[in-house]
């Protein structure tokens, strides 16, 4: 985020790598323009209400790489190893690029900044909302 967005007073907490997400002592800001969608909200810290990192993962997937990896060694054949070899990986492959991750913050009045967290660092999201809560607590 450039200082030149910044209202008077206002001063840089935290933010994202990419500054798309920042944290001040005012307020909570998100800007992208990905993919041909622009997006901006700002919502001021006394009307946060949540902040929220939720993830989604399968390790379903994980269990049935296992399973799969066992019938390479186990099954008699070579099309039988081959065949769970390749089903091996490819759970082992979709578990990691089918989990996901979201972190939201949630004013009060039902307007929510929502940025997915795929490539962005779990301490960097993690201490963004742990900031988030910290600011909230000095401003009440």
Known sequence: MAETALIV???LVMASDDGALALTNFRVKYE???GGISAYKSIPLHKVS???VT???YPLLLILAALASVGVFALPNDQGRVLSA???LVC???YFFLRSGQLEVISDSGVSIAVPTKGLKHELVRSFAEAVASALSKRQ
């Open 9 to 11: 007073g206002e001063q």
């Open 32 to 34: 992208s323009n990905r």
């Open 50 to 52: 949540c902040c929220a």
């Open 55 to 57: 993830t989604k993962k």
């Open 86 to 88: 390749i089903v091996a």
């Open 92 to 94: 082992f492959g979709a």
